[in-house]
């Protein structure tokens, strides 16, 4: 099995990528045995992967930064980089690899701070593996300044230093940073690609795998956990049942209310497995004396954590409101294709009770406008309103239609 077996659906894209791959071995060979480099390579230092939610964009970037660092002995023989099994390989999949550094957003932006020692790795030689690589996940939330700090990086990169950035297009990377970028653009798998991946990847049922395939309309993670988790299948089942509890003005305020707690809970619990974890790491690195008492002058240090914990726990709230704001809009989206009158392209087929009763209550027009309410929530809490606030103005705006 290869780095390029989870990318489901983006054959194009992994043709790519392991044609650099094995540019990328050639070159750091040649560069070991003194040799000069070869002039046509399809090896570039900075990459830009673009793609709609679901499409895989993180994981694509991650499988070729293994296939970067891959060890594997058959590549002697003319194998491709990006075995899968070699220690370079599986560190660099994991994300323990010691030359393969991640950035992803803990707020809603990417703080320049949180990219100082990053930019400043970038600079330095691998350690151990073959390539310095740096993954941005979530490029689009680097500010101005993170941003300008990527740009110095990716316009002068050190001899061995690869920048893999992830954004859902290329409209949200500065121009100046995607003009010095290879860009590879990932599509939405389709439902049958995800589904037969959870059959032989996962182990799942395939009436269970196509049922949550078609659910999150080709989204690879959410099926994945749709299919794996049974609390996520029961919070999206609540969702599912929100739209025909909208009759009064009380009900409108508490499927709010429900929607920010459940998100909420979410936050929660990914904090407590994560954040006393990070203290009591951060405390031993301090030399924290017996009794958690830190040393003098490591109390900055200490609230910058609790900081950064604090807009973790924001972020991750947001996010699995906007899964449930998704859900929304994809019920909705049948609640329109009945309308119709089409059932080929029904994503929630286990809400059909719901939606043909939605459909012969109400118009296309007012089906339109409550899509628009949800779209108008998602902007809203990308602008940081407030939770509550924005999810009550949608819930009314459904009500209304």
Known sequence: ????????????????????????????????????????????????????????????????????????????LGGSPGCGFCDGCHTALLGTHADVTTVAAVGSEILVKDMRDTVRKSFTSPATGRWQIILVEDAERLNEKSANAVLKAVEEPAPRTVWLLCAPSVEDVLPTIRSRCRHLNLRTPSVEAVADMLVRRDGIEPEVAASVARATQGHVDRARRLATDPAARERRAAVLKLPLRLDEVGACLKAAQELVDAAAEDAKQLAEEMDGKETEEL??????????????????????????????????????????????????????????????????????????????????ESTLRRIEAISACREALDRNVAPLLAVEAMTMALRAG
């Open 283 to 364: 405390k031993a690195a301090l030399g924290a004396a017996q009794g958690g008492r830190l040393p003098r002058g490591t109390a900055g240090v200490m609230k910058d954590l609790e900081d950064m914990q604090k807009r973790r726990r924001t972020r991750t709230q947001r996010d699995s409101l906007d899964i449930a704001l998704g859900d929304l809009t994809a019920f909705y989206r049948d609640v329109l294709a009945l309308q119709f009158g089409t059932r080929a392209a029904i994503a929630n087929a286990d809400a059909a009770d719901a939606l043909d009763r939605l459909a012969r209550g109400s118009t296309p």
């Open 1 to 76: 099995m290869t780095v390029w077996d989870d990318l489901v659906g983006q054959e194009k894209v992994s043709a790519v990528l392991d044609a650099a791959a094995r540019d990328a071995d050639a070159l750091v060979t040649a560069a070991r045995a003194d040799e000069p480099m070869p002039e046509a390579s399809k090896m570039t230092h900075a990459w830009l992967f673009t793609g709609p939610p679901g499409a895989g964009r993180n994981r694509a970037a991650r499988a070729f930064a293994a296939a970067l660092q891959c060890v594997s002995p058959d590549r002697a």
